[in-house]
C-alpha cells in the first residue's frame, strides 16, 4: 500500500496566528512537523491557503500544495490537497500541522491499521494513566473514545465515557481504561472523497467533533495505540513549553 501525508496548515488562527511560521528551535513549526513525516510515508506535502506558508515550506525544501480558503476542516483541505496531487496512494494520513513532536511510531500504528483490508478509517489513541489524574480526564478539550474488541471505535466525546455509576471518581481511571483520542487520521482515497461530501451530522454538531459525522454515517473508525505524548502548538504559552521540551532533550 502506498501511504500520501498530507499536513493542512492554515496561516489564519483565532488563538495563534501565523502558527505555522512560528520558530521554535531555530525552524519554524511547519518545517518541523514536515521533517518528522518525510521519509516515514512514501511522498508528504504541507496543503495551504497562504503563500506565505508556501514560500516558507519551498525554502526548506519541502513539498507543498495551495487549496481554498473556504475549507471548514483539514479533512477537506486534504480532500482538495489529494485531487491536486493526484498519483497511486491508497491512504492519505492528515497530520496537523501544529504537531512538530509527532513521531515515527505513532504513524506506523496509524498506517498498521490498514492491514485489515475491512479498515476505511483510522487514527489514533492513548490511554490515559493514573498519574494523569482526574482533572485531564474530565478536560473537555480532550476527547476520549471508546473502543470495542477489534479497536474499532464505538463513539467520540468530550465527557468522560463510560460513566462509571458506582464508583468513586477517583478510582475510575484505576478501574477503567479510558483513551484520549489524538488527532491524526488516515483514509483510504475513496473513503476521503465521501466523507467530505456527507453534510453535517447532529452528534457532530453537538460536540464539535467531525469523526462523530463518520460514525453517524456507518464508517468504521479503526483505532492505533500509543504511549507517546506529544505537545501541539495551539498558543503561543504551549510554543513556549515546546521551546522548554527541545531545551531539555538537548535539541
Given at each position: 500500500m502506498k501511504f500520501l501525508g498530507i499536513i493542512p496548515a492554515r496561516y489564519a488562527s483565532t488563538r495563534f496566528p501565523a502558527k505555522p511560521l512560528a520558530v521554535l528551535g531555530g525552524k519554524t513549526v511547519i518545517q518541523r512537523v514536515y521533517e518528522q513525516v518525510a521519509g516515514v510515508l512514501d511522498d508528504a506535502y504541507v496543503a495551504t491557503d497562504d503563500e506565505r506558508i508556501e514560500a516558507a515550506v519551498r525554502?526548506?525544501?519541502?513539498?507543498?500544495?495551495?487549496?481554498?480558503?473556504?475549507?471548514?476542516?483539514?479533512?477537506?483541505?486534504?480532500?482538495?490537497?489529494?485531487?491536486?496531487?493526484?498519483?497511486?496512494?491508497?491512504?492519505?494520513?492528515?497530520?496537523?500541522?501544529?504537531?512538530?513532536?509527532?513521531?515515527?511510531?505513532?504513524?506506523?500504528?496509524?498506517?498498521?491499521?490498514?492491514?485489515v483490508p475491512a479498515t476505511q478509517i483510522a487514527t489514533l489513541v492513548k490511554p490515559f494513566t493514573v498519574d494523569n489524574g482526574f482533572?485531564?480526564?474530565?478536560?473537555v478539550n480532550s476527547p476520549k473514545v471508546v473502543l470495542d474488541k477489534n479497536m474499532n471505535a464505538l463513539y467520540f466525546s468530550r465527557s468522560i465515557i463510560p460513566h462509571q455509576r458506582n464508583a468513586a471518581k477517583e478510582d475510575w481511571l484505576k478501574n477503567h481504561t479510558y483513551y484520549k483520542h489524538i488527532g491524526l487520521y488516515a483514509y483510504r482515497v475513496e473513503v476521503l472523497k465521501e466523507i467530505t461530501a456527507l453534510p453535517q451530522s447532529s452528534l457532530e454538531v453537538a460536540e464539535s467533533l467531525e469523526q462523530?459525522?463518520?460514525?453517524?454515517?456507518?464508517?468504521?473508525?479503526?483505532?492505533?495505540?500509543?504511549?507517546?505524548?506529544?505537545?501541539?502548538?495551539?498558543?503561543?504559552?504551549?510554543?513556549?513549553?515546546?521551546?522548554?521540551?527541545?531545551?531539555?532533550?538537548?535539541?
Amino acid at each position: 500500500m502506498k501511504f500520501l501525508g498530507i499536513i493542512p496548515a492554515r496561516y489564519a488562527s483565532t488563538r495563534f496566528p501565523a502558527k505555522p511560521l512560528a520558530v521554535l528551535g531555530g525552524k519554524t513549526v511547519i518545517q518541523r512537523v514536515y521533517e518528522q513525516v518525510a521519509g516515514v510515508l512514501d511522498d508528504a506535502y504541507v496543503a495551504t491557503d497562504d503563500e506565505r506558508i508556501e514560500a516558507a515550506v519551498r525554502a526548506f525544501g519541502g513539498k507543498v500544495v495551495m487549496t481554498s480558503t473556504e475549507h471548514k476542516s483539514g479533512t477537506d483541505r486534504c480532500r482538495e490537497a489529494c485531487a491536486k496531487i493526484g498519483g497511486l496512494f491508497d491512504v492519505v494520513v492528515n497530520i496537523q500541522g501544529d504537531e512538530p513532536f509527532i513521531q515515527p511510531s505513532q504513524l506506523q500504528a496509524v498506517k498498521a491499521c490498514f492491514d485489515v483490508p475491512a479498515t476505511q478509517i483510522a487514527t489514533l489513541v492513548k490511554p490515559f494513566t493514573v498519574d494523569n489524574g482526574f482533572e485531564a480526564l474530565e478536560n473537555v478539550n480532550s476527547p476520549k473514545v471508546v473502543l470495542d474488541k477489534n479497536m474499532n471505535a464505538l463513539y467520540f466525546s468530550r465527557s468522560i465515557i463510560p460513566h462509571q455509576r458506582n464508583a468513586a471518581k477517583e478510582d475510575w481511571l484505576k478501574n477503567h481504561t479510558y483513551y484520549k483520542h489524538i488527532g491524526l487520521y488516515a483514509y483510504r482515497v475513496e473513503v476521503l472523497k465521501e466523507i467530505t461530501a456527507l453534510p453535517q451530522s447532529s452528534l457532530e454538531v453537538a460536540e464539535s467533533l467531525e469523526q462523530l459525522r463518520w460514525l453517524e454515517n456507518g464508517y468504521t473508525v479503526k483505532a492505533g495505540i500509543t504511549d507517546v505524548e506529544t505537545i501541539g502548538i495551539d498558543t503561543p504559552q504551549d510554543l513556549e513549553r515546546a521551546e522548554e521540551f527541545l531545551k531539555s532533550r538537548g535539541l
